[in-house]
């Protein structure tokens, strides 16, 4: 059955450093997405993206986080300067058409990234 | 933010019985909600959703029932089994509106811990 991955499984990085994080959406969809769970807190949308472009992003979605789509077949999240607060783990989701009456988000297994 | 809410941190049932989650929300907006199961270190596995046009879908063992205009959901497992202990999330989406200002972007509860005994 097709799945979304994501790699790294675990980062660790000091703050302020630079961190991407990769994903590989299932081949035939066309909607992407990343969500974050800080420990003990809800799951959170941070951003979707279509057609090579964002769709939307929330307010946690500031100018230290960017996505991309660089091939065919990966879709990247950037955080250019990690903070404490971005410890989390980061989920990557896509889905095949984004009518949501009759679609669902698929949800790789998550990177936990800890910025020390 | 608390447009999804789910009450019940945890919830403990006997192997055989039904297990019972629900879920509340308060943004009229939502047309489709889902039901996720995560295990710890994983991420969430869909499970069951349904579109605000019905009331009710059911896939094998699960069962969620939708009731729009008391804005709850609830989700059944029959019978429960001891595979089934995991967190359960309830999640909800505007879906893609006319106004082009929401695009199928999930809200999820808190969760629920289900454990089910032997």
């Known amino acids: 059955e097709p799945e979304v991955t994501q790699t790294p499984s675990h980062q660790v990085t000091q703050m302020g450093q630079e961190v991407i994080l990769r994903c590989v959406p299932i081949?035939?969809?066309?909607?992407f997405y990343w969500y974050r769970q800080i420990l003990g807190q809800k799951v959170e949308f941070l951003v979707s993206?279509?057609?090579?472009?964002?769709?939307?992003k929330s307010e946690i979605f500031d100018d230290q986080f960017s996505v991309e789509r660089p091939d065919g077949s990966n879709f990247t999240l950037k955080i250019r300067s990690t903070k404490l607060e971005d410890s989390a783990m980061y989920f990557c989701a896509s889905s095949e058409a984004m009518m949501a009456t009759t679609d669902t988000q698929y949800f790789g297994p998550g990177t936990r990234l800890t910025v020390l | 933010d608390q447009q999804v809410k789910q009450n019940s941190p945890s919830l403990s049932v006997q192997e055989g019985r039904i297990s019972i989650l629900n879920c509340d929300y308060t943004n009229s907006m939502f047309d489709y909600f889902l039901w996720y199961k995560k295990y710890p270190a994983e991420g969430p596995t869909f499970l069951i959703s349904i579109s605000s046009i019905k009331d009710k879908n059911e896939d094998g063992r699960f069962t969620v029932f939708l009731n729009k205009s008391a804005k709850h959901l609830s989700l059944h497992i029959v019978p429960s089994q001891p595979g089934d202990s995991a967190v359960y999330f309830c999640a909800a989406s505007e879906g893609v509106n006319a106004g082009g200002t929401s695009y199928g972007k999930l809200t999820f509860g808190q969760g629920t811990i289900l454990t089910v005994h032997p």
């Open positions: 993206f279509y057609n090579n472009e964002i769709s939307e």
């Open positions: 081949s035939n969809h066309l909607y």
